[in-house]
T-cell receptor
Framework: NAGVMQNPRHLVRRRGQEARLRCSPM?????VYWYRQLPEEGLKFMVY????????ESGMPKERFSAEFPKEGPSILRIQQVVRGDSAAYFC???????????????FGEGSRLTVL | AQSVTQPDIHITVSEGASLELRCNYS??????LFWYVQSPGQGLQLLLK??????LVQGIKGFEAEFKRSQSSFNLRKPSVHWSDAAEYFC???????????FGGGTRLMVKP
């Protein structure tokens, strides 16, 4: 029973390139969340998605960042024209479908560490 | 909006000593509270959670936490620390719908032999 799978684990990009980070949720989970962890800081919420829907993107930067969770395949976090300040660890988490009241418990992947040169 | 404060950025304890990591939250209603642990280069693992009921909750690896509404706190404790407990610990609170976690800045625990 695989957990949340993220790839790549490490990604190096030059300024101006694009970064694509992938997340496959746990089996049976239909909710995906992306969090960003800057060096020496806690995790900051970015976006919450269900299949083919963005539910809450209040934590996403207004420009260059986008996320999707298609009907088939993994969730993708895309960063266009990366800058040095995008260097961070990006964590994906998943949770099962709501059953009445959502419990808030998230299952995290091991993260994708982006380095922008 | 909810917020979480972990006042201690770094804590060092001796192996076998007791541990308490502080967490204070700000939230308008009854909170859902969590403690996660992150080992270097790894993702986050849930240690324990509080939704309602008994204010003292037990978690994995011998950890426990106590919810104190009057102090808006959810401190994490362990009676005897092991070297393998060295990691970063994050306290978090969930929003009304329970679908978004707000994390504290984390406390890095170091364990002396």
């Amino acid at each position: 029973n695989a957990g949340v799978m993220q790839n790549p684990r490490h990604l190096v990009r030059r300024r101006g390139q694009e970064a694509r980070l992938r997340c496959s949720p746990m089996k049976g989970h239909s909710h995906v969340y992306w969090y960003r962890q800057l060096p020496e800081e806690g995790l900051k919420f970015m976006v919450y998605l269900q299949k083919e829907n963005i539910i809450d993107e209040s934590g996403m930067p207004k420009e260059r960042f986008s996320a999707e969770f298609p009907k088939e395949g993994p969730s993708i976090l895309r960063i266009q024209q990366v800058v040095r300040g995008d260097s961070a660890a990006y964590f994906c988490a998943s949770s099962p479908p709501n059953r009445g009241r959502h419990t808030g418990e998230l299952f995290f992947g091991e993260g994708s560490r982006l380095t922008v040169l | 909006a909810q917020s979480v404060t972990q006042p201690d950025i770094h804590i060092t304890v001796s192996e076998g000593a007791s541990l308490e990591l502080r967490c204070n939250y700000s939230y308008g209603a009854t909170p859902y509270l969590f403690w996660y642990v992150q080992s270097p280069g790894q993702g986050l693992q849930l240690l324990l959670k509080y939704f309602s009921g008994d204010t003292l909750v037990q978690g994995i690896k011998g950890f426990e936490a106590e919810f104190k509404r009057s102090q808006s706190s959810f401190n994490l404790r362990k009676p005897s620390v092991h070297w393998s407990d060295a990691a970063e610990y994050f306290c978090a609170v969930a929003n009304n719908a329970g679908n978004m976690l707000t994390f504290g800045g984390g406390t890095r625990l170091m364990v002396k032999p």
